[in-house]
T-cell receptor, first 113, second 112 residues
C-alpha cells in the first residue's frame, strides 16, 4: 500500500497563476484533509471532506477550493496564487470515528513569487 | 489566547535523560487529544493518543489534566532517534470531530 501520496512534491508559481494539488489514498478512508504548515505556526486546516462529494471549510479556507469527486482523491486548488500562500501543504486521511489517527502524505512545497 | 499552545523549545538533552513537554488548550470541553511526531522535512506521524486516565507506550507517557487544560508527554531514557518536533493536537470544534488544531510543535534534540 502506498498510503497517502501527493502530487507534485515541489512547485514554484508566479503571483496570479493557478494550480491544483492532488492527494490520493489507498486505505479506503472516509475522511480527507488539507493542511498548510508555516514556520512557527504549526499545521492549519484548510478544507476537509467527510466523504465522496462532500467538503467543508477548516480554519484557513480563503483563497483555496477543494473537490472530492472520488473517495480516494482530494484536490486542492489555488485559483490565483499569492505570495502568502507560500507554504508546505500536507494532505491527510483517516477512517470514520472520533479520534481516528490521521495519516499524512509527504507534503508539497509551494513557493509563490 | 491560541487554541493550542506549546513551548517551541528547543529542548537539548543528553542521551538517557528524561524530558517532558506540556501543551495547553483553550476549549475546556475538548474530548480528543494526541501527540504526533514530525521529523525534519517529513510528514507528521501519530505518536500516541492521550486518554483521560493517562497512557504509556514504552518510554513514552502521555497524561491529560482537564482541570488545568493541558496535556503532557514524558520521554524517559531519551535516544538519539527521539530527536524530532512533537506536535500536540486537540479537537476544538465540538460539533465536528474532524476539526483538529495542531500546536506549533516543540523541538527536541537528543545529544550523545
Amino acid at each position: 500500500n502506498a498510503g497517502v501520496t501527493q502530487t507534485p512534491k515541489f512547485r514554484v508559481l508566479k503571483t496570479g497563476q493557478s494550480m491544483t494539488l492532488l492527494c490520493a489514498q489507498d486505505m479506503n478512508h472516509e475522511y480527507m484533509y488539507w493542511y498548510r504548515q508555516d514556520p512557527g505556526m504549526g499545521l492549519r486546516l484548510i478544507h476537509y471532506s467527510v466523504g465522496e462529494g462532500t467538503t467543508a471549510k477548516g480554519e484557513v479556507p480563503d483563497g483555496y477550493n477543494v473537490s472530492r469527486l472520488k473517495k480516494q482523491n482530494f484536490l486542492l486548488g489555488l485559483e490565483s496564487a499569492a505570495p502568502s500562500q507560500t507554504s508546505v501543504y500536507f494532505c491527510a486521511s483517516s477512517r470514520l470515528g472520533r479520534g481516528a489517527e490521521q495519516f499524512f502524505g509527504p507534503g508539497t512545497r509551494l513557493t509563490v513569487l | 489566547r491560541k487554541e493550542v499552545e506549546q513551548d517551541p523549545g528547543p529542548f537539548n538533552v543528553p542521551e538517557g535523560a528524561t524530558v517532558a513537554f506540556n501543551c495547553t488548550y483553550s476549549n475546556s470541553a475538548s474530548q480528543s487529544f494526541f501527540w504526533y511526531r514530525q521529523d525534519c522535512r517529513k510528514e507528521p506521524k501519530l505518536l500516541m493518543s492521550v486518554y483521560s486516565s493517562g497512557n504509556e507506550d514504552g518510554r513514552f507517557t502521555a497524561q491529560l489534566n482537564r482541570a488545568s487544560q493541558y496535556i503532557s508527554l514524558l520521554i524517559r531514557d531519551s535516544k538519539l532517534s527521539d530527536s524530532a518536533t512533537y506536535l500536540c493536537v486537540v479537537n476544538v470544534n465540538l460539533r465536528d470531530n474532524n476539526d483538529m488544531r495542531f500546536g506549533a510543535g516543540t523541538r527536541l534534540t537528543v545529544k550523545p
